[in-house]
């Protein structure tokens, strides 16, 4: 009784039940669709602003909850992107946005920051995983 209404991404640990949450914003944001990076050392999702709905961010940040979020994706056209996914090397991230109009994929070059549109279609491209 008394909680703050709100949704957030927490980590349980399987063997001991504790809680670790990574988000801690309650309402304010609606997080979704997250992925572990290769490594195991951070989560990768998207975020929705109450305030911007259909405007999701990718945002990066350690697995722990410490540390400040990253948005590494950048987004000039207030596209909606979501489905993020971790290529097997962690140097790329696939996503959907449809800052072109319809939902397309893209995967961004995390080494050089460099955004590429893989698909162009009337249609929505969803990106599912990575082939190895």
Not at 66 to 89: A, F, H, M, Q
Not at 104 to 129: H, K
Request: cysteine-free.
């Amino acid at each position: 009784a008394g909680a703050t209404p709100g949704a957030d991404i927490v980590i349980i640990d399987a063997a001991t039940l504790t809680q670790t949450a990574v988000t801690n914003d309650l309402k304010n944001f609606t997080e979704s669709s997250p992925r572990w990076s290769p490594d195991g050392t951070k989560l990768m999702y998207s975020a929705v602003s109450i305030n911007e709905p259909g405007n999701g961010d990718i945002v990066i940040r350690p697995a722990d909850g410490t540390g400040t979020p990253l948005l590494p994706i950048p987004d000039e056209t207030n596209g909606d992107d979501v489905y993020p996914v971790y290529s097997p090397d962690g140097k790329y991230i696939a996503f959907s946005s449809n800052r072109s109009g319809s939902y397309d994929i893209y995967v961004f070059d995390q080494s050089v920051s460099v955004l590429y549109q893989l698909t162009s279609t009337e249609d929505e491209d969803y990106p599912g995983a990575w082939g190895q």
